[in-house]
């Protein structure tokens, strides 16, 4: 038996799609995003328009359909070009594992879809030896999410 490692068609199209958005969306402000040390939001809010933020938030919480597979091609791409902008992508959703596994329902609905959608990011701090502990959820600013111990 043998194991074919090819992307399919849709993996293949995802690729097409994440390379056309480094060069077009992130490579133009990719030196200044770096230089400023910047969060590029505009490019945020793109990327969780188009699935690309939060893609392991289940769908009954985000109402839209993800794909992991095809976030991690595209993300993959946009990084090539731009690391920290990459990394903007895939560390906007870091500390929500806290929320999505141990919040309430009514948590759930209201911090995480913002941070999927690019509206918000979430902060998470870690202390006492790399563990992190959510006791309140405070909303800072019309675009940031902290969560504070």
Known sequence: MTMDFELSNEMKNARRYGIQVAVQEVEPVAKEADEKEKYTLRFARKAGANGLIGCW??????????????????????????????????????????????????????????????????????????RARMWQVTRQGPFRMAMTM
């Not at 091609?73 to 806290?98: D, H, K, P, Y």
């Not at 995480?112 to 690019?118: D, N």
Request: one cysteine or more; aromatic letters at 10%; charged letters at 25%.
């Open 57 to 130: 938030i289940p769908e009954e919480i985000w109402r839209k359909r993800r794909w992991f597979s095809r976030n991690t091609i595209i993300t993959e791409q946009i990084a090539r070009v731009c690391m920290g902008i990459g990394l903007n992508i895939t560390a906007a959703t870091f500390g929500a594992e806290n929320i999505h596994y141990y919040g309430t329902r009514e948590q759930k609905e209201k911090y995480l879809p913002p941070v999927c959608a690019g509206d918000a990011y979430l902060q998470a701090p870690i202390r006492n030896r790399m």
